[in-house]
């Protein structure tokens, strides 16, 4: 169809929809494709079938049969036929798809998924026919080290990898093979090298040969190790030294995309993919959160744009985000809001993250959008917008393509395309569609500007106190004075420690990058502090804490690329040392800096559980890997709180719940995933759960409280008892164990049966009868006072309940006033003498009137009478049992408010002296005299005159 007819054809609207009766095949590909034109008038009959094929998405069964029909068998030159059989199949497929995209017929996704099919179907199909030959010539490649025979192993790299191929794409192949060694069994014995290296050229001739029927897919090689230089095929065992020793930062961006295409079907296929993932998995995911990829990816990037700029001819100048002038470029792919500029923003996420969270390494595009979506890395609506401008893009890539079979992705120059490619895109002309195609791209670049524009740049008025003169005694005067006049209290002490930053040996083994950041970052430090009210400790802090992650680039980048995460850390550093010190002990926490929603959000534990379950899920196969994460939610959720905390959001007692609900959900998730690593487990689920004592229990935990827990289980299988004594010695491990990520808890099992003398873990039904005293073996009363703080926590539901029932009816026992009363009051005498107190100030917990007084007043009590009063058994803390005490006539109403509120005071006094680093809380005597002369009254009520 020429030109001029073009203006004639009816108007596609988007998406099309295929006439009832069309006059003539293929109506819409001819339509406006002049390359399936010429396939037609050289082929009769071509068009016609390839209308059949339209008919249907076309799949691999339907490539399989086509090519059957297509490979002549008996031909004497059987790698001419491969050639023929496979380029007349690609171009029966090319004009099936143009047919069904154009009409409306196909999605974006089908064409791209079939083109990736095909791409893989001819590679293995010529592996098939030459490998035959090859084979019959010189043997099988056998593995020198396992004695197997070998294949090659080819990795479709890029849009391929990812199973996104545009339907002109070049695809990007690299060849492996997992062991070195011979072929055995031909005439003509090679090296397996030698036989790969063969094999692999002649593959890439039977795709990329251009013979009167065309070619199948032209063939990059480009991203082997090397490149061009390197080697056509390599092993495994090469592949990963070049990682380590030589490979590049633009190589990991390539490689999140590369998948094994020859037969996965095959079990050597399965094997090398394991052993391939091993290798690369470490070269592109880091294990820590590496936000130095966004630095790496700019410059990256700024090569690419500068490249499309230049073949843009200079059209259509305008300023990009920084100031400098930007091209429109033509180019739809490399372009200002291109295509590449998607995947990059998509790509970030990945090479931050992919290290710590396996449900981000995935190879699509868009799929990786959407992940982190889910994980709230980037906005949906944004999300959205950058979905839709995707598929416009890709769409409008395909079109430009469709015209000539060309791989282009530029915009076509001559009216006569223009208007071509504005029908294909459904709109009247091309103007309309230009207006839309930058109204997208406009959109891209802002967010690709908003992720990647370089915020580097400001420096604080106080730069000037940290450069080098800084080592010079000549310049100490003037460096005293500046730091006077930012406000730091003591200019010596400080310009001391900076010094001896500035001399350390961790300083000066930075590299050239990471020691530009660190400087900047020293001096808004330094800016920051000065805006405190205790400069000089703000900024002892914060050198301590960049010492601790100076030699973490990604730490130092993180910083540098988002001042506001800078400024959280300042508050967080000013206004706690605990929390300074957790921070400094966990910097891979600096990432929650930067999500101000989390950071004042209520926590949503059912959507917590499903999270950190789906990431522990996606890590199965990696032990290390889930002791992380588990590690990793749990600092990341406890920071939360402890930075809504500081912000004065929350009060002590929701700042327990939450950490005891975290605690809750910790303990459970582990529980499931230890479960698995149980090798003799006997059933799928165990029945197994935790009781929780003393805080935690009574739901009271701090940052940094212990875990008091007992392991109960119900099952009569005789392998039940070494199984789970196995498991809960395993689930300890987890939950103790230091890692890379730190350590969960401290857990202290001592409140079982019969002590650390006990089984680590107690059948339900020998607990029941130790808790009610039938038999020799019996609990004492201080096991019964710790049960008035005991829950179930995790675990088997069933035996919670039957814990939780068992409870209340140790609790409702009738008990004698006097024995209780005298073993309560010798109990809180041995606590006492276990915590003497020789300074002259008040400890809030073990003096006279502390909160241990409190904690056994309200143990007495409920035991006493919970067997009148069964709401005394409820666990509902220690402040409100004290108030229904008060309610029910037990103590006086007045005395049990006083007390309840001492008893808040107490632990806000604690809960601000443990942030500000003090282990043990004491205060002057005076400051809380009134709180304690009321709990002194109370317990002389309830037990007399303490002695």
Known sequence: ?????????????????????????LPFALAYSRYLQRQAQAREGWAERVQAGAGHPIDVTWLSARFTELFDTKAVEVETALKRALRLLRNEVFGALVERDLSGAATLDEVTGTMTDLAEFAVRMAISVIGQELSALHGQPIGQSSGEVQELVVVGMGKLGGRELNVSSDIDLIFLYDDDGDTQGGPRPLSNHEYFTKLGRRLINALADVTEDGYVFRVDMR????????????????????????????????????????????????????????????????????????????????????????????????????????????????????????EFVAQVFQLIRGGQDFGLRVRPTLEVLRAASERGLIDAEAVARLTEAYRFLRQLEHRLQYIEDAQTHNLPGSPEDQLRVARMMGFDDYAALVTKLEAY???????????????????????????????????????????????????????????????SPRYRALSEVSRQRFDLLINRALDHASRQTDADVTIARFLDFFDAISRRSSYLSLLSEYPQAMERVAHTLHASRWAADYLTRHPQLLDELLDVEALSAEPDWPAFRARVRDRLQAASDHVEMQMDILRQEHHAETFRVLLQDLQGMLSVEHISDRLSDLADAVLDLTLETVWQQVTTRHREVPRFAVVAYGRLGGKELGYASDLDVIFLYDDDDERAPDVYASFARKLITWLTSHTAAGMLFDVDTRLRPNGAAGLMVTHFEAFRRYQMREGDNAAWVWEHQALTRARFCAGDAEIGERFEALRTAVLRQAREPGPLRDEIVAMRERVAEGHANPTGLFDLKHDRGGMVDIEFTVQFLVLLHSAAHAELTLNKGNIALLRMAGELGLIDATAAAQVADAYRDFRARQHKLRLDGQSVARVPVDTCADEAAHVRALWEQVFGPAQ
């Open 223 to 342: 991203l082997r190790p090397n490149g061009d230089a390197g080697p056509l095929a390599c092993s495994l065992g090469m592949l990963e030294e070049y990682f380590v020793v030589q490979g590049r930062e633009w190589e990991r961006y390539a490689w999140i995309k590369g998948r094994v295409i020859t037969d996965p079907a095959s079990p050597h296929a399965a094997r090398v993919i394991q052993q391939l993932e091993r290798v690369t998995g470490p070269f592109v995911f880091r294990r820590y959160l590496d936000y130095g990829v966004i630095s790496a990816i700019r410059a990256l990037h700024a090569q690419i744009r500068n490249e499309a700029a230049k073949r843009s001819n200079g059209a259509n100048q305008q300023r990009d985000s920084t100031g400098h002038l930007q091209a429109r470029s033509p180019n739809i792919k490399l372009g200002r809001g291109g295509i590449r500029e998607i």
């Open 441 to 503: 791209q406009d959109e891209v670049a802002q967010h690709f500007d908003q992720t990647f524009s370089d915020k580097q740049d400001s420096q604080p008025p106080c730069a000037a106190v940290w450069h080098a003169d800084l080592l010079d005694e000549e310049h100490t005067e003037t460096a005293r004075a500046q730091l006077a006049e930012l406000g730091y209290a003591n200019p010596d002490s400080v310009l001391e420690r900076l010094r001896a930053t500035r001399n």
């Open 1 to 25: 169809m020429t030109d001029s007819a073009l203006s004639a054809q009816p108007f596609l609207q988007a998406p099309a929809r295929v006439p009832e009766a069309p006059a003539a095949a």
